[in-house]
């Protein structure tokens, strides 16, 4: 009755490739497989740190999909033993809420006294197993990622992400949502089961470079339960104990955050670990797909990380053919255990590289080299095939073994199919896999894809895109700063990189900036009206930016506004309170955060997709 019992999961992306005939239903496979395993485990509760979903605004047919499962598995009569001492850590010390129905602890019916504190981490002020018009026996969890972030309908000025909706319907807690984009407080979620104490926090996806800004300029606070820090400090206290020696006050620490982790991305590009608050127990990290579930030790050593990674490939690149799993995270008076579980509704992955410089049999001067290439490839990718599905049997077996009760029904089944296996969901003609060649056909012509992919419909999943072909670039001979002699971009960088970055890149690259109004901010709207189908994002920008540049240019007393551009710059527009001339005998002061952009747009709430790698387009329908 002590252990408080959590399944830890991220990244699900449901509705990718919904389109496509043999993906469609992968990623609704493996969220049925993660809440069925939180019901066969009787976990108290799932946690969902980010990308939820795929897209910023899923069809109808994946709310359906979505709300369905989660109706299945969260939805019962069954008895909640985690109670919710509050909803914030000003109220830490008041009586514990009775959240319990049954057995759980807190009386017989559902709990009625909510809270609707303003600084509720929670988005409606309260879990949704307290709301007595309803009956919820596994409560859900979740914060936003960076794919389903809150973003704008229309000309209204509200924002609202896919989560909000499974949060209205009390299908999922959405938690992490911040409404002031100045000044940010993460407030603890306070849980308790038995002697058992947790303080959740969580912080939905936000923009790597303004969250960092953020961060280091103290505009990010961090509140505490008033047995850790009555003053609420952020960087007050040593840990999750607080020199609390009754490990039943003691206070566990989960922060869930969806960020790019620092793996040589820049300074501003990601989250150190260093910024994390040391008095923090267990990290959650969601956004880096490539499954590291096992515990590790921070860099500052004074709490450990768990990375569960997507539970669907997104993406043909080596970070998502590891081996995919979930978290079942067990924590009794501060100490913890953490049990990793494969998925088995995962579709086999496997990638592989050739170069065909290196091939013996292979001369780029012969008449008939375009068939032995393609002869070669074919060969190699005949092999991967083989390779994956030998794959998955492992996986199947392992899985089974590490305490997964669905592998039987596969390692158990005969050539008539799967019997009786408890799953709406499930992969759909599971030995068509995923394969990946990368191909260096430096000196040698490119093979059609299309026309190579066909030969491997109805044995793989991905026939239109199982070649990646690559050449060494050559150097540029020089750099100059006209436009039309600025490099042309390959088609390997431009998978590599956002379409935001590329323009970023591209006016850096030939010192031919934008000079009334600033590249970054249109290209973040040019992704709030792609990315998250805001139909104005880019009208609103220049209207904003134009108005701002006018106000500078009267107030800076100029003519004309080419006479103004010297003194006007588009960085300035933003970051300077005034482009005219100083007058004497005053002084600027800078304030201690002059670093931090007080005029950034409310609409930056929708920020550019930092991904962790890049993505693939969502397969084409196949008929």
Known sequence: MNTLRILLSTDNHLGYAEDDNIRGNDSFAALEEVLFLAKEYRCDMVLLAGDLFHHN???????????????????????????????????????????????????GGGATNKNT????????????????????????????????????????????????????????????????????RVDPILLKKGTTQVALYGLGSMRDERLNRMWRGEHLTFSRPAEQDPNNNKNGGGGGNNGNDDPAQQWFNIFALHQNRDRGRGAKNCIKEDMIPDWMDFICWGHEHECDIEVTESVVGTFRISQPGSSVATSLVEGESMRKKIGILD????????????????????????????????????PKVDTKVS???????????????????????????????LAKYYNNSNDDGIAGIPLKHTLHKEDEVLVRLKVDHTGFAAVNSQRFGAKFVGETANPSDILLFTRKRSESKSQTKSMKEVKPIEPGDVEEMDIEELIVEQFEASNTRLELFDD???????????????????????????????????????DTAAEGLGKVKPEDAD?????????????????????????????????????????????????
């Open 57 to 107: 605004r899923p069809t109808r047919r994946t709310l359906y999909k979505t709300m369905d499962i989660f109706k299945r598995y969260c939805m019962g009569p069954g008895a909640i033993q985690v109670q919710i001492v509050s909803g914030s850590a000003d109220d830490a010390t008041a009586a514990v809420a009775a959240a319990g129905r049954g057995g759980g602890g807190g009386g």
């Open 117 to 184: 504190n303003t600084n509720s981490p929670f988005v409606r002020g309260y879990v949704n197993y307290e709301d007595e018009n309803y009956s919820v026996d596994l409560p859900v969890f979740s914060i936003h990622g960076n794919h389903d972030d809150p973003s704008r309908d229309g000309g209204n000025s509200e924002l609202y992400a896919a989560l909000d909706l499974l949060d209205v319907s009390n299908l999922v807690n959405y938690f992490g949502k911040q409404q002031d984009a100045k000044d940010i």
């Open 331 to 366: 924590i009794r008076e501060g100490q913890f255990r953490l049990t990793a579980i494969p998925l088995t509704q995962v579709r086999s992955f496997v990638l592989g590289t050739v170069r065909l410089a290196d091939e013996r049999n292979l001369d780029p001067d012969e």
């Open 375 to 405: 002869k070669l490839l074919e060969d190699k990718v005949r092999v991967l095939i083989h390779d994956a599905r030998e794959k998955r049997r492992e996986l199947l077996i392992d899985a089974e073994e590490g305490g997964n009760v």
């Open 520 to 558: 970054k901010k249109i290209s973040l709207a040019l992704d709030a009206y792609v990315g998250k189908s805001e139909a104005r994002a880019i009208n609103e920008a220049l209207e904003k930016l134009l108005g701002k540049q006018q106000n500078r240019l009267f107030k800076s007393g100029v």
């Open 575 to 623: 970051d300077k309170p005034d482009m005219g001339k100083k007058k004497k005998g005053k002084k600027t002061k800078r304030t201690k955060s002059e670093d931090y952009d007080e005029e950034e747009e409310d609409a930056e709430q929708s920020f550019e997709d930092n991904d962790m790698m890049e993505e693939d387009p969502p397969p084409k329908s196949r008929s």
